[in-house]
């Protein structure tokens, strides 16, 4: 159990969501491992495009840089092996697709997935592996827990989560 809207500090916890998300779908998968691989918010992670993630020859880009819609602010983040791996099963199971075509379809047409049913799949696997309490910022909170403690530089994080002051970047993160 871990207090509510605070990162997932447990690696166990997080490889169990991933391990029950893998089992659910590779889109659901596919929509964790860019929460907590991006550090980008769940709302700008719908807005992605399979020409966001994919080349011209349908090869995973080493980076992908990202226009939220309703700020116009540029935000770019590498892919890891990780994230290269989930793109790369959800694409191959996915078969056909267009460049401007959402990422993270949904079932029901050609839309993205809904933030309501994100963060059903996301919170429906939370508690399947013992977290109450996941919000829609939480894994975005982990990734910048985790990118803290592997050396990431506070000033980075806070120019990236657009904040005022690295004391404000730290509490975000869950860092006392």
């Known amino acids: 159990m871990k207090p509510v809207g605070q990162p997932i500090q447990n690696q166990t916890q997080l490889q169990q969501m991933k391990h029950l998300l893998?089992?659910?779908?590779?889109?659901?998968?596919?929509?964790?491992?860019?929460?907590?691989?991006?550090?980008?918010k769940v709302s700008e992670i719908l807005q992605l495009k399979?020409?966001?993630v994919l080349d011209e020859e349908g090869q995973v880009r080493h980076s992908i840089l990202f226009c939220n819609e309703k700020t116009k602010k540029h935000k770019w983040f590498a892919v890891n092996r990780e994230l290269k791996t989930a793109i790369t099963e959800y694409m191959n199971e996915r078969k056909s697709y267009r460049c401007?075509?959402?990422?993270?379809?949904?079932?029901?047409g050609t839309g993205s997935i809904t933030r309501q049913h994100a963060w059903f799949i996301l919170n429906k696997a939370a508690k399947e592996a013992g977290l109450d309490g996941v919000s829609s910022h939480t894994l975005r909170k982990?990734?910048?827990?985790?990118a803290y403690k592997s050396g990431?530089?506070?000033?980075?994080?806070q120019h990236f989560f657009d904040h005022?002051?690295?004391s404000k970047t730290l509490k975000y993160i869950g860092i006392a």
């Open 22 to 40: 893998l089992q659910s779908s590779k889109r659901d998968a596919l929509l964790f491992a860019l929460a907590v691989n991006s550090g980008l």
């Open 50 to 52: 399979v020409g966001d």
């Open 100 to 108: 401007n075509e959402y990422l993270l379809r949904s079932q029901k």
């Open 142 to 146: 982990t990734w910048g827990y985790c």
């Open 152 to 157: 990431v530089d506070i000033a980075f994080l």
């Open 164 to 166: 005022s002051t690295p």
